[in-house]
């Protein structure tokens, strides 16, 4: 595990002096300390073939010790085990078992879609949340799962398929062109946009941040736009919206949201999710939104949900 000090010299100086511009200083060592080393394995049990009391039983057989999410049941944090370890399981090779980021698991949980309800994953793959949200809909209702990149539309066929939720119908289309070709279709929408992935950032892996540039951050916030202008064009009247990111600085964030509100007949609603245990930021002028910081457990996130007035 490196030091707060040598997290700083790995990482982005222009990212690091941007955190110094948003948090405390005590906040930015917490933060930095957060993306020192590799954070647990985590993962949620896919109710639709299994359930979580047979999990554990299974995992305890298998000496694999795990830890409890108090503000979701069906989520558990592996203590000695890698994700590379988990895979070769037969509980994952038969889809009963899925390996996500805690963090990755919010935004479905905010957004809350029911059995009976029409849901829009705009920027699916590679189906962490889709297959998240179909197994809270006890495989009923519908879900259109939607990813750009051909490659990656492959991968969330295979993870639908394989999780078994049949309510999916995975889609190859531009984000950009479903407000259009789905006017006021869908009870709920989620939007986890492509975003500059500051939350993931792990000081001792380079490929989770040499890309990363105050000039990327520009160019994804004219991307973000287009696709929350689509996700309300999709999004019925009085339906909800949860739009996330899994970046830290305000202009994919808490600036978007404000945009959005000023755009759009939009307003902001209350997240009644109690996430104990975890160190939420603060948001700067969006307050019923969250802003999760990266720990050993959980990987830095947004989350904010949205109603459509009209």
Do not use: H
């Amino acid at each position: 595990m490196l030091s707060v000090l040598e997290v700083k010299r790995k990482l982005p100086q222009t990212f690091v002096d941007n955190l110094y511009g948003l948090f405390s200083p005590l906040t930015v060592d917490k933060i930095l300390s957060g993306m020192a080393g590799e954070r647990y394995t985590t993962l949620r049990v896919n109710t639709i073939k299994y359930d979580i009391q047979s999990l554990m039983r299974y995992l305890k057989e298998k000496n694999i010790k795990f830890e409890r999410v108090s503000w979701y049941q069906d989520a558990l944090i592996i203590k000695n085990a890698t994700e590379k370890e988990i895979q070769k399981l037969d509980i994952f090779e038969k889809g009963y078992i899925y390996l996500q980021s805690l963090s990755s698991m919010v935004p479905s949980l905010v957004l809350n879609p029911k059995p009976t309800e029409k849901v829009l994953d705009l920027t699916a793959a590679p189906g962490s949340k889709t297959t998240q949200m179909a197994a809270m809909m006890q495989n009923k209702g519908s879900i259109l799962a939607n990813e750009l990149d051909k490659i990656r539309c492959e991968r969330l066929q295979y993870n639908v398929t394989q999780q078994g939720a049949n309510i999916v119908t995975v889609n190859n289309d531009y984000g950009e062109r479903m407000g259009g070709k789905y006017p006021e279709t869908f009870d709920k929408v989620l939007l986890d946009t492509p975003c500059s992935g500051e939350g993931r950032f792990i000081a001792t892996d380079a490929r989770t941040y040499r890309n990363w540039s105050e000039k990327k951050v520009a160019e994804l916030v004219k991307i973000q736009r287009k696709l929350l202008r689509n996700s309300y064009e999709a999004l019925k009247p009085k339906g909800i919206m949860v739009y996330s990111t899994c970046t830290l600085n305000l202009d994919e964030n808490e600036k978007i949201i404000e945009w959005a509100l000023e755009q759009f007949d939009l307003k902001l609603v209350d997240i009644d999710l109690e996430l104990r245990e975890i160190e939420k930021g603060q948001t700067i002028n969006t307050k019923q939104a969250i802003k999760i910081l990266p720990s050993k457990a959980m990987e830095g996130f947004f989350v904010a949900k949205l109603q459509k007035n009209r």
